[in-house]
């Protein structure tokens, strides 16, 4: 019965992209772990670029500077 | 002075319904742990269908499939 | 199918506390939102006091005050 | 390679204030605990005052009373 | 630069498949949404099974009954 | 009322350099924020290496490259 929650900028990824992605980590809890799936939870979060940092600097500054 | 986070799907709770979410939990922490209410906080985040997985399926699929 | 997430210090919740804690929010769940309860997760977490701060503060400090 | 989530109440911080914070937080992680900040990753989230409870009622009622 | 925490309950998963599923959570992010693995951080806590709850009864209620 | 959850590597922060972290943290959210630190809380979880994943590979990997 795990819990997985995935924080990623905001920027444009889709409905499609984030149902694999949900499928593939539970997919991988359940061969890597043995756990079962029908209680595994995976929550995906989008953050805007001005709130995440890395280096000091917001992802909105990181992506101007290009 | 216990921090929770309560995670919910995006899916219409009213402010009263999460005020009373708030208050209920509030009550349980003082009444089962004898924690100080004023410094208890409680978080609500309501997380798009989307970008929540269970079964490996996203709660925006689960619905369709009625 | 909420995720609760509970954050106390450590100082000596027994497992019959945590277990009526646990019971006692997902009943909540049920009660205010109509969640379905066997999807419900609440884990609990229990924090050294020397790494929970408060005002600035770490509760070690504050309870050495008293 | 610390991670850092801050969560704040919605109420109009600006991205200037929100980057001087990660810049701030980041440069603690440095002097503190000698921590690289290229690895530092820090994620504000904001809330819906109808969402952050603290003491058992939501901010949002407690800025009505004023 | 995402961020993923997965959280499970403490029953004994060794080094080696810890870091299989760190490894598998990293590609799948490379692989779905294009990320940089340089800067995907992956954190996984093991939380004692009095400390997590699921249907409103502990874990370790749980496997108490088989 | 801002709520910090602070994750580092567990390999021996000081009670003093973690004190000094909250108080350092706590401080920048009153003066870039405005935000009172009485109702500020910070809150440290130190993980062991082996849980700790950057670049598909756990720190403990990292840690014994050098």
New interface residues.
């Given amino acids: ?9 905001k920027e444009g ?1 889709t ?1 499609e ?13 359940v061969s ?2 043995g ?1 079962n ?11 805007d670029t ?12 990181l992506r101007k500077k290009g």
């Fill in positions: 019965m795990p819990y997985v929650n995935i924080k990623i900028t990824a409905s992209k984030k149902a694999q992605l949900i499928q593939g980590v539970t997919d991988l809890l890597v772990l756990k799936p029908q209680t595994t939870v995976v929550v995906i979060e989008e953050i001005d709130n995440w940092g890395i280096g000091g600097r917001t992802v909105s500054e």
